[in-house]
């Protein structure tokens, strides 16, 4: 079946302008992660949601950083401003559990590049 | 000190060489840990749980060591296509989130 998808798969933005990234999760996961890699670095988590509620936005670096997924499927996560530093990838992932507890399985992530 | 630490390397092996990779976790309510492979600009993918009583798959071993709080990974007979970089991952029960370590880079070469 399909696997988690994301949209763009790159991205390049001017400082100060505000970019949108698309994460369509693995048909009937009920839980939806974001994660941000640097290079040389592993995935670190910005937020995650149980369907439509944001249980976690503990990872999120600024409020800058939003996420939402309105109707439990479909997230999408925007970054307002963006600065240098936000250069990275951004990854989604999902799993199938309500606890969450089950494997996460990583989309092929979006590449922002802010110049 | 980060939560989860992993040695860079890389670790540069002929085909066929068995290694192995520990990666040391900080967090003692830690209750799952995962081995995820990455290649280069791709995405991470799930290699493999990691069960308290330890599990292979094939050419693959992880074990954890709750009391020294680490997890490892063993690779027999390693081969060119296992050249990529190796994540370790945990998780509380508390909380749902992945946190990361930075990656064991192999490269096994002919």
């Known amino acids: 079946g399909a696997g988690v998808s994301q949209s763009p798969r790159y991205k390049v933005a001017k400082r100060g302008q505000d970019v949108a990234l698309r994460c369509d999760p693995i048909s009937g996961h009920v839980s939806l992660f974001w994660y941000q890699q640097a290079l040389g670095q592993g995935p670190e988590f910005l937020t995650y949601f149980q369907n439509e509620a944001q249980l976690d936005k503990s990872g999120l670096p600024s409020d800058r950083f939003f996420a939402e997924r309105p109707e439990g499927s479909v997230s999408t996560l925007k970054i307002q401003r963006t600065q240098q530093e936000d250069s990275a990838v951004y990854l989604c992932a999902s799993s199938g559990g309500t606890s969450g507890g089950l494997e996460q399985f990583f989309g092929p992530g979006t590449r922002l590049t802010v110049l | 000190r980060k939560e989860v630490e992993q040695d860079p390397g890389p670790f540069n092996v002929p085909e066929g060489a068995t290694v192995a990779f520990n990666c040391t976790y900080s967090?003692?309510?830690?209750?799952?840990f995962f081995w995820y492979r990455q290649d280069c600009r791709k995405e991470p993918k799930l290699l493999m749980s990691?069960?308290?009583s330890g599990n292979e798959d094939g050419r693959f071993t992880a074990q954890l060591n709750r009391a020294s709080q680490y997890i490892s990974l063993l690779i027999r007979d390693s081969k060119l296509s296992d050249s990529a970089t190796y994540l370790c991952a945990v998780r509380t029960d508390s909380s749902y989130k992945l946190i990361f370590g930075s990656g064991t880079r192999l490269l096994v070469r002919p």
């Open positions: 990691v069960y308290s």
């Open positions: 967090n003692s309510a830690s209750q799952s």
